[in-house]
């Protein structure tokens, strides 16, 4: 507890700031852009922060729903932390008026108390060794420690000169106690997060997380997903972690509950509602491709499309898992893969979109929308649950082979990386016209290594690789990567990078993509689709979402809290739950699924809790079944934590 008060400064009242880790998301292709990499650094160092939170709360509290109830308890969650707080320190957060502290305030107290580093220690003693002898005097430590700073009782300070381990000839070794209690710090957040991984049924015991949101322009990718809990709004952005914040609340007083219950027999999964593409033989089609990627903390990217009607029209959009070449041996995960379009209306400015329908009819793997259009401008924001697009471990036995060097001593592509080529060549060419563009290519590109090609680029590019009317061919293509392997002299460790980044695994099986395929038919006029970005979903799709099951849904009331809705929306496979908070407060709403059988939510989680801000709805999840060949049923709970 003493290192606080060795740390004090009276000016600023609280303990000096340590620097915070700096985290990685995976070594990528080449060198990001400096936005890029700030932007995905902050969300590594988010998801290791929230992940040592649960951890350390775990380790004294059996869930994350239950509240901290006394200074003891906020004392000890503190030090799995690695957080050493001094007496001062706890009443700062634990005064007179608090009864009960949730995991919400522990994040935030764990962000204002960081834990001094080895460095700030030493430096700071240096300033009392002044003639840098690695020690310092009992006598002069305790005159330090009794009335500078947070003051220490004369036995806490007896108990710390005690201790045999740095202490010696009335002198406190302080090198050794700095790498001492560096060491202990490291280690209770070692041995909490070691518990955390070994336990499952902690490790399922937490909060759920989606994707925070800003109303910002279309092009702004969503911010990652906090661990902790959720914030999502439709009309404006949650407020910022500590913004006008009272410990223990967050929820409303009134202890209330809404219950859902939908029995889905198999059949109903896979319906045929929507007409078949081939019956509008006469209509005019558009077509592209483009793909989900899953990034390492689970965040999925996908390309986003403008469209645009040059006359008002009947049209049937449809979109579906793009089928590649059936390999033996390798899985094709991402045909199982749930995918739907949504479909907003471009108005005066790209920022003012609105909701005209997504594809909510069934046909097999496909989903579609048929009706009217008004000539215009429309953005296609493909949307995935996440239910079965997610991180998974596997076992991967060995890893597959990329190059060898023939009878010649050249280097050749093997064939299994040949086919994946030709499989990540039919993905990116979205106009599968069997050329890439430089706009496919950049695309690509802008995916694989952050960066992208310019025209004085490509001209290079058309010299050395073949090409037709200025666009790659599949060979030009495989020629390039073959290029990128003799650069390295046989080290296929860039190609990896390549092939991990477009979502496959050492096995060479794409886990963790799903390509897929937009068709846009019109009966009275030619449609242009082109994709624009490649991006996280925005705050506009979030906001497509919550309308839709809005528009759509069934809307329960909570039994004794008229302000909060839940609204239940079921397709054939899909059944969304979106929770909306009329109210001027913000609320935390417990989720529980225990109850439901052959379910796959998007959350991991058979019981977690989300916050709803003021005035605001979000998703509170998506539900698939496990098994499509039997029976499944959504039962779900929703209540408000006290």
Known sequence: MWVQALFWQPAHGRMASSPGSNASLSDQKGTRSEGSQAKKSQHAEEAIFYKSCRAAYLTVLKSSLENIKSKEQLTLVLQQAGRNPSQKTVNKYWTSQTTTLNFDDFCTILKEETPATKTELLEAFGKIDTDNTGYILHDELHKLLTTEGEKMTLDEVSAITKLPDFNCNGKLDYKKFCDLYTTTSEQCCRTALEKLEADNRLRHRQFGSEAETAPEGITVPGSKPSLKIVRKTDHKPAPTKGD??????????????????????????????????????????????????????????????????????????????????????????????????????????????????????????????????????????????????????????????????????????????????????????????????????????????????????????????????????????????????????????????????????????????????????????????????????????????????????????????????????????????????????????????EQSRNCLSNRGLAVFAVEVAPKSMMVSQHVMPLNEQEEWLYNCVHSLLR
């Open 244 to 593: 006008s914040r009272t410990p223990s609340r967050s929820a409303q007083s009134c202890k209330a509950s809404s219950s859902s219950t939908i029995s889905m027999c198999a059949s109903s999964s896979r319906s045929t509602n929507l007409i078949e593409p081939n019956t509008m033989k006469e209509w005019q089609c558009a077509q592209s491709r483009g793909c989900f990627y899953l990034e390492e903390d689970g965040e999925i990217i996908s390309h986003k499309y403008r469209l645009h009607l040059p006359q008002r029209s009947t049209v049937c959009i449809t979109i579906k898992p793009l089928h590649l070449r059936q390999i033996e041996g390798k899985s094709c995960h991402w045909l199982s893969v749930d995918t739907v379009l949504y479909v907003l209306k471009e108005n005066e400015t790209q920022e003012n979109l609105q909701l005209v329908c997504f594809t909510d009819q069934q046909n097999k793997e496909m989903f579609g929308w048929k009706g009217e259009l008004p000539s215009g401008v429309y953005w296609l924001l493909p949307f995935t649950t996440g239910c079965r697009l997610k991180k998974v471990k596997s076992q991967i036995t060995g890893e597959a082979k990329l190059v060898y060097r023939d009878e010649d001593g050249e280097l050749a592509l093997t064939k299994e990386f040949r086919a994946a080529l030709l499989d990540i060549f039919e993905t990116i060419d979205l106009d599968g016209n069997g050329l890439l563009s430089l706009e496919e290519y950049n695309f690509f590109e802008l995916r694989t290594s952050g960066e992208t090609c310019d025209e004085e680029v490509w001209a290079v590019c058309k010299e050395n690789f073949d090409m037709k009317k200025n666009e790659l061919t599949r060979q030009g293509f495989m020629d390039l990567n073959l290029m990128e392997a003799n650069d390295r002299e046989g080290d296929p460790s860039d190609l990896w990078v390549t092939l991990l980044s477009l979502g496959y695994n050492k096995a060479l099986e794409m886990t963790e993509a799903c390509p897929f395929v937009i068709d846009i038919y019109a009966e009275k006029c030619k449609p242009r689709i082109k994709a624009i970005y490649l991006e996280a979903g925005s705050w506009q799709l979030n906001r497509a979402i919550c309308k839709s099951v809005v528009n759509k849904g069934d809307a329960k009331v909570m039994d004794g809290c008229e302000n909060i809705i839940v609204y239940t929306y079921r397709t054939g496979m899909r059944i969304t739950s979106v929770i909306e908070n009329k109210s001027d407060n913000k609320v935390i709403v417990h989720v529980n699924n």
